[in-house]
């Protein structure tokens, strides 16, 4: 297009802001043709087939040579790992710049596809800590991880055998991402996940974590022979850091190119979903102001301490047990108030909010477990599911005891094997824990299943 360069810059950690992808466009410096030329250019993100998934709206520009413009917050990353398999087929994310002159007539067509991938380093070593139960709280225990590829130091690790055992992550340079996974090794030579998490060292090039207080030295020194085999602290650690860009190409180019069938079918579809997409938040907004601002309310929930004002119609559309309340000859069918003196506030709160707008803010451990409760008792379906996948993900040793009572009083089977799961095949020292004694005490049939699939493994 009159002879101009162009790059497309993506960064996949965000410019400023870990939370988002930003995506800038690039007139080269080297650019021929006008000093400025002025453009319409479009962003999308592309599924598999090349059909779009999400497109920005038309952008209008003059760029001189040199000049960068862009989006520090494209896209949130968060939706590359809610739904990897649409946006990240293969581990592969595609995007679709289009750009076209703002005056003149555009002669042909012309389509250019160039494909970067990022160098990926995977390391897996185990540490072990000799003498621990008698080192002192301020002696540094450090392993340096080092790049086969470059041969340099990526980043070192400092055990500080405290009270809380803490680990520093120091890195060697501001760019470096990495997704660090640790885990203790027992006696028997089971693995317990301390921490899995992904590390950007963009502000600072040091990063604490401290292990989970079950696992303080105290406690691990109490339990030595399960945890410290001939007071050795043995820790299996697998991380994957960025390297510079493996390959960064131009795959192929074509002019006189004539837009494909699906390529129309294509733009048509991200037409209809973008304007989907726009009335569902539309309605959204619009039950959500229903709701905020109490308008033409005709029942109300209330708890022990508080009331909360709702409208009957949205009840009775997502809960099919607030569906028969109002259809059937019961006393909420007259009454304007449904007594649920068994919830929190925050549940019943949390639980309106989702049933108008879908949304679940700011979602922790006992919101999660209450809010699935609730969700069970009034069969809302969905919250339940979102509810149950966030206790999932966040299964720890500690928890899983409880987890194990809910899903079983919830008669929830598929949440109730994940955890069996969680126990007998990555945590089975949850059997030498308080939790699990109190657990036979006051669930013991629900203790005797879990024995019995532990003994016919």
């Avoid at 697998?238 to 006189?256: L, P, R």
């Amino acid at each position: 297009m009159e002879r101009t360069k162009w790059n497309l810059w993506l960064y996949p950690a965000g410019a400023s802001d870990d939370e988002y992808i930003s995506l800038f466009l690039h007139r080269l410096e080297d650019s021929k043709g006008s000093c400025v030329i002025k453009i319409e250019f479009e962003f999308s993100l592309l599924a598999e087939n090349e059909s779009p998934l999400k497109s920005t709206s038309v952008f209008n520009s003059s760029f001189g040579k040199g000049i960068i413009w862009g989006l520090h917050e494209f896209e949130k990353r968060e939706i590359f790992q809610l739904h990897k398999v649409r946006y990240l087929p293969k581990d592969t994310l595609t995007v679709c710049c289009k750009i076209w002159s703002s005056t003149g007539i555009m002669k042909q067509d012309g389509r250019c596809v160039a494909r970067t991938r990022i160098g990926i380093e995977r390391r897996s070593f185990t540490w072990t800590v000799k003498q621990f139960s008698s080192r002192g709280s301020k002696v540094k225990n450090i392993y340096s991880l080092r790049s086969t590829a470059e041969d340099e130091l990526i980043m070192s690790l400092n055990l500080f055998p405290r009270e809380i055992i803490r680990l520093d992550l120091s890195a060697s340079n501001s760019n470096l991402i990495c997704h660090f996974q640790m885990s203790i090794v027992n006696a028997f030579g089971d693995t317990e996940q301390i921490i899995e998490r992904e590390y950007r060292f963009r502000d600072c090039l040091l990063k604490s974590l401290e292990f989970p207080f079950h696992l303080t030295k105290k406690r691990l020194i109490s339990k030595k022979d399960f945890y410290l085999p001939n007071d050795e602290l043995i820790l299996k650690c697998e991380c994957a850091f960025s390297t510079k860009n493996a390959a960064s190409e131009i795959e192929s180019t074509s002019y006189g190119y004539i837009s494909s069938l699906m390529e129309n079918v294509s733009a048509t579809a991200v037409e209809d979903e973008n304007k989907k997409s726009e009335e569902t938040n539309s309605s959204r907004k619009t039950l959500k102001y229903l709701y905020t601002e109490q308008l033409f309310c005709d029942t109300k929930l209330k708890t022990r301490t508080q009331t909360f004002p709702a409208h009957k119609c949205i009840l009775g559309v997502r809960s099919p047990v607030f569906r028969a309340m109002f259809t059937n000859d019961m006393r909420e069918k007259v009454s304007e108030c449904i007594s649920i003196e068994d919830l929190e506030d925050d549940t019943v709160q949390r639980m309106l909010l989702y049933m108008y707008t879908d949304e679940l803010e700011g979602l922790q451990w006992e919101s999660a477990r209450g809010l699935y409760a609730a969700a069970d008792k009034y069969e809302i379906l969905p919250l339940k599911k979102k509810c149950s996948s966030f206790l999932k993900t966040n299964l720890c040793p500690l928890n899983a005891c409880e987890v194990l009572i809910l899903a079983d009083m919830h008669s929830d089977d598929d949440l109730k094997t994940t955890v069996q799961d969680f126990i007998l095949r990555r945590h089975k020292d949850v059997f030498y824990s308080n939790n699990w004694k109190l657990m036979m005490d006051a669930y013991p049939k629900l203790a005797a299943q879990i024995m019995y699939l532990k003994f016919n493994e």
